[in-house]
Every structure is written in structure tokens, then in C-alpha cells.
């Protein structure tokens, strides 16, 4: 199966990156959850990312998910995914990003409810704020979140990049048949490298007049 | 590859649905287009679908895509699927739905630009005050606009079901792995004829009391 | 100055309402803070409103405001209003809801960052899913958060009711001009005996009957 | 009355601003109509707008309102201000811009159904194609649509300037309480020739390189 003519055109990277973590909670990253899996090779491609972009000044972004204990801010969608009820707001033991490529201080943790990271949360208004054009998008599941999130970039008018080896599923036909489509319609499926040589070569990001001002 | 536990619970029709008819405008059911493809048993399923809905009043919505010749309403998008490009605003041979499933007097066709019916459309607002608590999709294509209808539909607290006959897409691998992620996480994939079935034995669905009044 | 013809349709209570307490947090109630003042007669409003309003089932939901120490999940608009700063994650004594109003278990507190309280929150998802059709704002401010909610409100397709006790602002100046604004173009401004009369004569709200399965 | 300490800041222009021209359409600027009102003040501060805007690359977006003959479009909206029934899909002498200051070739005007320019249209994917960071909100009227658009571009993390001669409503006062509104916590209202002077002096703003790279 190849990509037809008039699908797949290559983007490529702009000017102002942000890179988003999605969902790399402990209970994800967890195979005692029912929600998790052993998702080391796409913890140690985010590990390698996350470096080149916080020297560069590149905004860093994490989603993370939690439900009150009624589920009622989960509503149709943790009644079709149960398993979903393991994540609970203020058990750290489920929703706290996973250790090995943690946030630093500064660095804000978004909670979501929904696949996308961009729904019904506040990323929007900060990559906006961020003057962002490209969105690096990392994290799991490939067949669900990064997919819907991906979507909702190239819909919002952003880039998007998805460094392969820093996305990560349950079972690889999915992940392969959700990277075919995003390649095919959304947003530019890349190596690793090619992204840490962006990254690497990137000048670095100063902060929009706007924060500049405010810090002073 | 099975549905793991805690995933795919069957959610079930409700009370008041909606039917979406997505994309099945002339281009994308027209093998001549780029964006094209020979979907008659999808229309022909839809054909279906539309008479026991429209006798209950169950609300049917299309959605046709249109861009402007500098394609700028389509953003990156646009961009990576150039394909898109062949349907411009204002030409109907290429944005009318399908004249074998075409719209009745005061059916309202949404115009979009990217993959969710739900994006920058009115569609929300018309589902809320239809007080919608179902939205059954239907049209093409699976691995795209279905897919993006789906997850929103989900995020926005619907029920949501697919009759497998009535969505399609280009290829077969595509169609089935979406459907596998749809079923798992986001909306009920039934049989064409369970929906028939439920639409069969709805009671009317008499117009929300403010519809209701403003006839009179 | 009269509402001129064409405009201020009185639009009426529907079937399903769900009453919304919007920003009476700490820091808004209590003079002392910048963003503060004394709002006794709309907490009064709203303790009448609630206990009819439980009693049949109701949805309550209420919106507080809080900012991370760097505000950048404020952008322009805390930088346009720099007192918003002195609400703070993580701090009740600002942040929490006036405890002569406070939720009762099982309501959810909303944490909104933007002046409506469906920018960005998961309320809309929360109200299709209780299938609510009507929307009782109260509240602070009239001229701002109030105003921008019933917007929205009014936007997504719901009735909207503004019972006049029950909202406030620190003038009565932009009170009265705001609700001028929402009784002509947005909502009805009701006198707030009629909003208790409403709630008292409504049949008890079942639950969706998601929800009811969820629950069994 | 005075803006109190905490609020109102003064934002400032930024790098690259977009112009709006909202719901200039005949029918707005037209007596006869219910809506309408002679609002030649706005439409010559306007016209002074346009030409600097265009020289330097200032992209423009325009919105117009119009609903199908039904009102299904305009929901409880419409329903609120059945005014707004006159203007109606293909009625160019309704909805048409204002001939003084009508959009010239590849300007793009949004057909909007509800108060914010913002809601269920396609400008906020344009804006962040086009790496915008500084709104210029002009049109009218001052108490509804310009109003709602104000605390939309805020929210979304714009800075908002609104030059006050360009703006304009019905009525005098709720003029003046929306300005003042808006100038204490959302946008900073300035003199037309603050905006005019701004958009002079601003270097050519050249295209993002994304439309560049496709223009080539």
C-alpha cells in the first residue's frame, strides 16, 4: 500500500517548535495497568529529544489524564474505555508523568480527558501565545491520542512532526496502520534523527516580545 | 488482535439521534478525482439509512468540503493533501453530495475544510439544540474525515455509532484498522442492520420544545 | 433606552436545566483581594437557588480561577489584568468556592483560566452528556466572566436565564450595561423569584439514561 | 468611574497583526434594516485602515452573517433576536461588505452565525497559519459582535487592540460601557490614529514560510 498522488506531501520543520508529550503517565508506561504497556524505546526517544530542546528554548508541553471518581468529566468516552477509570485525579501513582523524562520546573503538565491534547485544555492559547508554527508531537498511544492530537494540529493550522521512534502502542498493526495515515494526510512522519538534527541545529528560540516584556 | 479487557464496551443507542452523512460529495464518490473512489455499496447503504430517519424526524446533517482557489482556508492541510485542492467553492460537480443520497428540503449541508464534521462548523450547536444524545456516521472516509467525526463525537459526551456498510474507504487496510480503533475506544461499529433495526423502531422524535414554539 | 424591535425575545426555561455558580471563589467574595468584593446579596441569590435546584436532580456546576506561579497558562488576559495573578493553584484560600455556597459531593468544580466557563474546560461535554437544554448563570462578574459565559451558553445553542439577584459586579455601572446587553441579545434576564418558581414546579431531572446504566 | 488598580494594563501591538472587519455587511450599515444603522464614523476610520494594512502584508479578514431561511443555522440565537432573520444566505444585498470598504481580490470574508468571529468559523486556523500575535478588531457593533470577538481573541492568547473610531453600535452608551469594558480587562482600546500609526510604521510582513514555500 502506497501513499496516492495528492497525499503526503512533505511539510517540513518551521521556525518556532513546541514539543508535546502525551500521555507518558506512569499507569501508560506501566504494564500492570490496564491501560499500559512497556513503552521504553519511546521513553528513551523522548529522553533524547527533550535536551536538545529545552537548551534551544523550545516550549515543552505534557498531557496527562485524570478522571474525578463519579467519571462524569470522562462521560461517553470512559464508559466505552473502563480501563480509563485507573487514572484518578490526585493518584499520582497513575497520573504523574513517568520518572525517566519528568518536567522541570517551568514546565506545565496539562490534564486532558479526551484523546486529543487539544481538547478542552489549555495548549492552544499557549502555543498561540508561543507563536508556534511547528508541533513536535511524542507520546502514546499512537492509535489514540497522538493520532486525535495530531489531527487537531494540522486542523488548528500548525506543522506537525512525529518522530517514529518517540510514539509508541499497545501492538504494532495499529501503530503502523495510524502512522500510514498521519503520514498520508496530517503531518510528517520522520526518524528520530532527523528530528534531533533539526532540533540541534535550531537557533535558539527567544521568548515572543509579549513574555519578554512581563518577565522584565 | 482482540479488543483487550477494559476496552470496547458497547455504549448502545439512545434516544434522540442524529444522522451524519460525511463527505459524500461528488468528488470523493467519483473515481476521476484524485480524492475519489467507487462507493456504492456505502451509498447505497446510506440510501438505506435515510428513509426510517427522515419518517422518525431523526435529524439528518451533511457535510460537503470546499476551499477557495488560493487554498488559504485550508491551511496545512491543505497542503499535505493537494488532492484536496480539486474541490473549490462554488463548483458544484465536484461539492454536491451525491444525487443518490442527496439532501431534502431543509437538510443542511456543512461545509468543512478539515477532517472532523464537528471543526469550525456549526454542527455542535445544531446537534445541542436538537438535544441529540446519538450521532450515527456514516460516509467516507474511514481512515480520515469518519475517523476525526468519531473521536470528536466522543469527546463532545455523544453516544456514537458506525454501521460498518455505510462508511468506506479507498482501501481496505485502512477501512478495517480504523474501524478496529473506533470500536475499541470511541463509538459502537454495528452491523448496518442493527441500525435500521433501532431507526425502525424509534418512536418519532418530536422537535425539542424551543423548535417547537418558534413554528408556531 | 428601550430593547428596539427584532431584538430581546423572551426565550424561557426549557426541560432540562443545569444551573451554573461561575467564579464565586474565595478571592472574588473577600474585598481584600484586588479582583475582590463584597458579593453577599448574589450568594444569598444562589443559596435560594440551590436546594430546589438538588432537590430534582439538577446538574450544579461551578467554575473557580487559578493560575500557575509563571501565569502562562493566563497569556494576554492575565497580563491584561495583573491582579487575576493573586489566585494561585494550589491556594483554597483564594481559590476555593465561598463556603456559604460551597459544592456538595459529587458537583464538580471547574478550574477555568479564561473569562467563559466553556473556554477551554470540560463543562460543554459535561452538558451535552446530562442532555441539559437550558443554562441558569450565576455569579460574578455581570461584565465579565458572567457575560462571556452566557455568550457561549447562548452560542452552543442553549436557552439561557440570568436570574438578576444572583449575579454581581463590583459597579453597578457595568452591571446594569451588561445585563441591558444579555436580556436584548443573549439571554433572559429573570427576576430571581421566577428562576426559584421554575425550579420548584420542575418534574424531578432523571438521570440520562447513560448515566443510569453507568450507575447500575 | 476609573479602571482599578490590577487592571486594564496597556498589551501593546505586536509583530504581526491581522485587521478584522467585523460584520460590516449592508445590512448592518443600513437603517432600513432592523439591524442596521448609519455607521459611516466606523466605515471612514475603516477605510483609513485598509490601505497601510495591505501595503505591508497585513493580512484582513472580513465577517459577514447570514442564515438559511429555516434559522436552524442561527438556533437560540436567532430565535433571541429575530432581527437577525433578514439576512439570509445569498442575499447579497443583505450580507454583502459595505462598498466603501469592501474586500479586494484573495481577502477572505467569514460567513459567522453567532456573536464572536471566532466560534464555528475558520479564523482562528488562518490566524495561526499566519503566525499572527496581535488582533486589530474593528466593525461592529460594539455591544454584541465586537464585544464577543474581543474576549475570543484574548482568550486565545492574542494581544487585541481596538481603535475606537472604527468601531460602532446603535446606541451611544452601551458603546461606551463595552469600551470601557473591554479596555479594563481585555484588549487596549486606542485612538484611531494610535493603530494608524503603528500599522505605518511596521516593516512589510512577510509571509509565513510555509505559504511562501507553496506560493513557489
Redesign the interface.
Known amino acids: 500500500?502506497r501513499v496516492?498522488?495528492?497525499?503526503?506531501?512533505r511539510?517540513?520543520f518551521?521556525?518556532?517548535p513546541a514539543l508535546l508529550v502525551v500521555d507518558m503517565a506512569r499507569a501508560f508506561c506501566d504494564p500492570s495497568f490496564?491501560?499500559g504497556a512497556d513503552q521504553t524505546p519511546a521513553v528513551e526517544a523522548i529522553a533524547e529529544l527533550l535536551p536538545p530542546a529545552r537548551e534551544r528554548g523550545v516550549p515543552v508541553y505534557y498531557t496527562t489524564v485524570a478522571y474525578?471518581p463519579?467519571?462524569?468529566?470522562g462521560?461517553?468516552?470512559v464508559?466505552?474505555?473502563?480501563?480509563?477509570r485507573d487514572l484518578l485525579v490526585d493518584d499520582p501513582a497513575a497520573t504523574e508523568i513517568d520518572a525517566r523524562i519528568a518536567p522541570v520546573e517551568?514546565e506545565?503538565v496539562l490534564v486532558k480527558?479526551?484523546?486529543?491534547a487539544f481538547?478542552?485544555?489549555?495548549l492552544?492559547?499557549?502555543?498561540?501565545?508561543d507563536?508556534v508554527?511547528t508541533v513536535i508531537v511524542t507520546g502514546c498511544s499512537t492509535?489514540?491520542c497522538i493520532?486525535?492530537t495530531v489531527?487537531?494540529a494540522?486542523?488548528?493550522?500548525?506543522?506537525?512532526a512525529v518522530p517514529e521512534e518517540a510514539v509508541s502502542d499497545?501492538?504494532p498493526?495499529?501503530h503502523a496502520?495510524?502512522l500510514?495515515?498521519i503520514d498520508?494526510?496530517?503531518?510528517d512522519v520522520v526518524p528520530l534523527a532527523e528530528a534531533l538534527g533539526y532540533l540541534r541545529a535550531l537557533p535558539p528560540v527567544g521568548p515572543?516580545?509579549?513574555?519578554a516584556?512581563?518577565s522584565g
Open positions: 500500500m496516492p498522488a495528492g497525499f503526503g506531501t511539510i517540513g518551521g521556525e518556532r490496564r491501560v474525578l463519579s467519571g462524569v468529566d462521560g461517553t468516552f464508559r466505552k474505555i473502563p480501563a480509563l517551568g506545565v480527558k479526551y484523546p486529543s481538547f478542552h485544555t489549555h492552544l492559547s499557549m502555543l498561540i501565545g507563536r508554527d492509535s489514540g493520532r486525535a489531527v487537531d494540522v486542523s488548528y493550522g500548525y506543522r506537525v499497545r501492538w498493526e495499529p496502520a495510524n500510514f495515515d498520508a494526510k496530517y503531518g515572543p516580545r509579549l513574555a516584556a512581563a
